[in-house]
């Protein structure tokens, strides 16, 4: 009998958490969920950040050493973030489009935004993002430069500071290459036996994946608590929805004609990450997972995948982008329509792209961002709980999808930038038992 592809596992698990989770609130069992079944979606997540920095460090300077030129490094960085920048740029574009012409937050009820502003302007949630927005706006313009150096490289590791830790590794990689190769050698087989070690590890944690997503959909479910509200801000949701739809049917584009592989094959082969992007809402946990996919189903070679995807997860943000696009023109047509004007969503485009950059890879990070982007086109500080409090109800689930756009938006780039320096090949998957007969 033939097995059941991981994808449709992870599915089955994904609608079964889904159909319990409401079973759930139906018996007002949430307490059970947070205590016996949401730990184990917690366990899932912790492991695939556990294996992200080694995978990161290891593929990095394994690939790195094995391009044995400097200057292909340069072609691949710039490259990288030269596509990295243009997809952002039809991300924020698109959203605006749709937002504009659709205007949902045109005639809203005066009582629904009164409902709203009184559930959510003071929670603990909003204010958090609030002040996170604040520190980060208080640093220095050139913070973000700053953060990219580490100090203490096992506080980086530690901290799993992507940035810091991806220029360690393109630091030793390149070290590498100025020495000799019979000194660099054990050093670079020692990283290359280590990524497969990892590689392996994420193959064994993935045969957890469908009971995780069944944790992390049903705790996802129980934390709704006002389907009111959810449903006044549907036209809202749709808006996000329906640009994120056509943010992948740009990269399918992109994919179909550029590497002349077929849509509908790369969305079979990444689709394992996709899911668990929606189900965990963190593009950092499931980096592990997608440098899987795209090494091993996509075809991608090791040493563009390993600098392509870390830095995707990092400074990549397309679904981010297009989410803060839309929502920073929904809350105006609410509260602030006399801000909307030509400039201020110039302004957003600018302002957009560049938070997409400093946005971390967790989840509802967009929506501190979203603070900074408001901020930008002088919108009344005295507003921003309410603003934020308007779109703080769907926030996480359309953090799941836009984490799902964010995966799939470094996945394709990595095709791109490999078909453009000769680094796509058939793809070679390998399974968790490959060895197994002989260790058994």
């Given amino acids: 009998m033939k097995k059941l592809a991981l994808h449709w596992k992870i599915i089955i698990g994904m609608i079964l958490g889904i159909i319990f989770g409401f079973i759930m609130n139906s018996v007002e069992g949430k307490d059970f969920v947070n205590d016996w079944v949401s730990p184990f979606g917690t366990i899932f997540i912790n492991l695939l950040k556990l294996i992200a920095v080694p995978l990161i460090l290891a593929s990095l300077i394994k690939g790195i050493s094995d391009l044995k030129d400097i200057s292909k490094i340069k072609a691949m960085g710039l490259r990288t973030i030269g596509i990295y920048i243009t997809t952002t740029l039809v991300a924020i574009i698109i959203g605006l489009s749709i ?32 002040d996170k927005a604040a520190a980060q706006k208080d640093a220095g313009p050139l913070q973000p430069l700053v953060d990219i150096f580490p100090s203490n490289i096992f506080k980086a590791f530690g901290e799993a500071k992507m940035l810091q830790v991806i220029f360690f590794a393109l630091f030793v990689g390149i070290c590498l290459l100025l020495i000799s190769e019979d000194k660099a050698r054990p050093l670079v087989n020692f990283f290359d036996s280590l990524n497969e070690v990892i590689m392996k590890m994420v193959d064994l944690i993935m045969l957890f994946a469908p009971y995780a997503v069944f944790a992390l959909m049903a705790n996802v479910i129980v934390a709704f608590d006002d389907v009111e509200i959810l449903l006044k801000l549907l036209n809202y949701s749709l808006c996000v929805v329906v640009g994120l739809i056509l943010m992948i049917g740009f990269y399918l584009l992109l994919v179909s004609f550029y590497t002349k592989k077929s849509p509908l094959w790369f ?34 070679d090791k040493e563009v995948s390993g600098f392509v995807l870390p830095v995707g997860a990092t400074v990549n943000m397309d679904g981010t982008s297009l989410y803060q696009g839309i929502a920073a023109v929904f809350i105006m047509q609410v509260i602030w329509p006399e801000g909307l004007t030509f400039t201020n969503q110039l302004v957003i485009i600018l302002t957009a792209l560049l938070a997409s950059i400093g946005s971390a890879a967790v989840p509802s990070a967009g929506m501190v961002m979203l603070v900074i982007v408001l901020e930008s086109i002088g919108f009344p500080a005295e507003l921003l709980p309410i603003g934020l409090a ?9 953090d799941m999808c836009r984490t799902v756009v964010n995966v799939t938006g470094d996945a394709t780039v990595s095709m791109l930038v490999a078909k453009s320096l000769g680094k796509l090949h058939e793809p070679r998957p390998k399974e968790w038992d490959d060895n197994y007969e002989k260790v058994k």
Wanted: no cysteine.
């Fill in 99 to 130: 937002v504009n012409t659709v205007k949902p937050g045109d005639g809203m009820p005066e009582h629904t935004i009164e409902k709203i502003k009184t559930k959510y302007a003071n929670d603990k949630g909003v204010s958090d993002k609030l």
């Fill in 267 to 300: 969305l079979k082969q990444i689709s394992p990450a996709q899911l668990l992007a929606f189900s965990t809402s963190s593009s950092a946990a499931t980096l592990p997972v997608t440098m899987e996919r795209v090494e091993e189903h996509l075809g991608v």
């Fill in 390 to 398: 308007l779109i703080f109800a769907v926030d996480r689930p359309l």
